[in-house]
């Protein structure tokens, strides 16, 4: 059964430029979650996508949003990027609200120059 | 606000030195307690969920338990292999969404 899948692996971009990451979770799943875990820093709560709806966003600005597919799949945008964005981007999918085990995708590392 | 503290932040050992890893969560809601390995460069990858305290999970060379304050996970006689840094986190009634420990860093020289 194939994983969480992230992709691109890599990124890189420039100050002031948007990023699109994207996120297919395992079948089944409905909950996506994103993480960012910047160089040295534990894992910081960025987004959770249920059947569709955004049911909690982190304390991130507003730049960073995302959507939830039909399929399940998700999307994550990052607008006007900033140095400090610079990190790797996590994905994990859940069962859905009620299951609490998430299975995470190998990221996306991003670089803003 | 959902709290995970781990410690030590780094721990050395020695090959077939057995020792724990100490998560500390706040009590209220808790949904589930999770244990996840994870190498650098990649993402994390799962290893247990505990629920209530008293709860023992056992996979190879780790054991992870639970109290009503804290979690464990104990290496028993690590390998290099082991080598990784060990997340906990939490999840809780109201929202589902795992919060994060910062980790610990384990380094098993041979």
């Known amino acids: 059964e194939a994983g969480v899948t992230q992709s691109p692996t890599h990124l890189i971009k420039t100050r002031g430029q948007q990023a699109t990451l994207r996120c297919s979770p395992i079948?089944?799943?409905?909950?996506v979650y994103w993480y960012q875990q910047a160089l040295g820093l534990g894992l910081q709560f960025l987004l959770w996508?249920?059947?569709?709806?955004?049911?909690n966003r982190g304390n991130f600005p507003p730049r960073f949003s995302g959507r939830q597919f039909p399929n399940y799949s998700s999307e994550l945008n990052v607008n006007a990027l900033e140095l400090e964005d610079s990190a790797l981007y996590l994905c994990?999918?859940?069962?859905?609200?009620?299951?609490?085990?998430?299975?995470f995708g190998q990221g996306t590392r991003l670089t803003v120059v | 606000e959902d709290q995970v503290t781990q410690s030590p932040e780094a721990l050395r050992l020695q090959e077939g030195e057995s020792s724990s890893l100490n998560c500390s969560y706040t009590v209220s809601g808790l949904r589930g307690l999770f244990w996840y390995r994870q190498d650098p460069g990649k993402g994390p990858e799962f290893l247990f969920t505990?629920?209530?305290a008293g709860e023992e999970k056992e996979k190879e060379r780790l054991k992870a338990t639970l109290t009503k304050k804290e979690s464990f996970l104990h290496i028993t006689a690590p390998k290099p292999e082991d080598s990784a840094t060990y997340l906990c986190?939490?999840?809780?009634?109201?929202?589902?969404?795992?919060?994060f420990g910062r980790g610990t860093s384990l380094i098993v020289h041979p």
């Open positions: 079948s089944g799943h409905t909950s």
């Open positions: 505990l629920y209530s």
């Open positions: 986190a939490r999840s809780s009634g109201g929202s589902y969404i795992p919060t």
């Open positions: 994990a999918s859940s069962l859905g609200q009620g299951s609490t085990e998430a299975f």
């Open positions: 996508y249920d059947e569709g709806e955004e049911r």
